[in-house]
Structures are given as structure tokens and as C-alpha cells.
């Protein structure tokens, strides 16, 4: 289990990201204004894939992204958090960055000796 502080509001409440790689995702709808909760929980994923969420791609506002690890390879999926949806994106990429319309991302590869 792992607990990776993600934001800290003026008042001191602090966001975690609380998981396991081997546990599916969940949703609390919060309030913008007061961060309390604003609706019931949903679980949006329900496999045993391993998997964890990508906080810092970027990409649709409306999705969340997330890789899916089958030994030593991945894959990149985004998950609609009104639908549920989970789309493929890509497969093998070590993606730094994903545009805001989810249609285009950045990666890196080996050069030489970097």
C-alpha cells in the first residue's frame, strides 16, 4: 500500500492518493469550494491487472490516464470519469506528456548515449 501526498489546500487539508498497483481505481466527486464530498464513491475499474494512475501527462481534463504493466512492458489507457470508458492510447511508449484533446502525446527514446 502506498500513500503519495498530491495537493495541499490554504487551509492545510491535504490530498492523498492511497493504492496498491494490484487495485482498481475509485472516484469521490468533491466539492471545488470546500473539498468535501459532494456524491458517492465509484469504482471505475474492476480487473487484476497491474496498474497504476499518471498524475502528470497531462491530457483530457475529463480522463484520467493510467498504465497497465505486463512484465517488463506497458500500456497507456484513459479512463472517461463520466462514462467509465477506458480507451487504449498507446502500447510500449514511455509517455511524458499528453495533449489536452488526448489525441497527442510525447515520448522519449534512446539516443546514443542518452
Same mark, same amino acid.
Request: aromatic residues 12%; negative net charge; proline residues 5%.
Given at each position: 500500500?502506498?500513500?503519495?501526498? $498530491?495537493?495541499?489546500?490554504?487551509? *492545510?487539508?491535504? @490530498? !492523498?492518493?492511497?493504492?496498491?498497483? !494490484? /487495485?482498481?481505481?475509485? !472516484? ?5 469550494? #470546500? *473539498?468535501?464530498?459532494? %456524491?458517492? #464513491? $465509484?469504482?471505475? #475499474?474492476?480487473?487484476? $491487472? ?16 493510467? $498504465?497497465?504493466?505486463? *512484465?517488463? @512492458?506497458?500500456?497507456?489507457? @484513459? ?14 511508449? /514511455? !509517455? ?5 484533446? %488526448?489525441?497527442? *502525446? ?9
Amino acid at each position: 500500500m502506498t500513500e503519495v501526498p $498530491r495537493s495541499v489546500s490554504d487551509t *492545510g487539508t491535504v @490530498a !492523498l492518493s492511497v493504492g496498491s498497483y !494490484l /487495485h482498481d481505481f475509485y !472516484l469521490i466527486p468533491l466539492s471545488t469550494v #470546500t *473539498g468535501q464530498p459532494t %456524491g458517492v #464513491t $465509484r469504482r471505475l #475499474t474492476q480487473d487484476g $491487472r497491474t496498474k497504476s494512475l499518471w498524475w502528470y501527462v497531462g491530457g483530457d481534463p475529463g480522463s484520467a490516464y493510467f $498504465r497497465v504493466f505486463a *512484465g517488463t @512492458a506497458q500500456s497507456v489507457y @484513459a479512463l472517461d470519469l463520466a462514462t467509465w470508458k477506458q480507451t487504449f492510447v498507446a502500447e510500449g511508449l /514511455h !509517455l511524458s506528456a499528453i495533449s489536452p484533446d %488526448g489525441r497527442q *502525446g510525447a515520448y522519449s527514446v534512446p539516443d546514443g548515449d542518452s
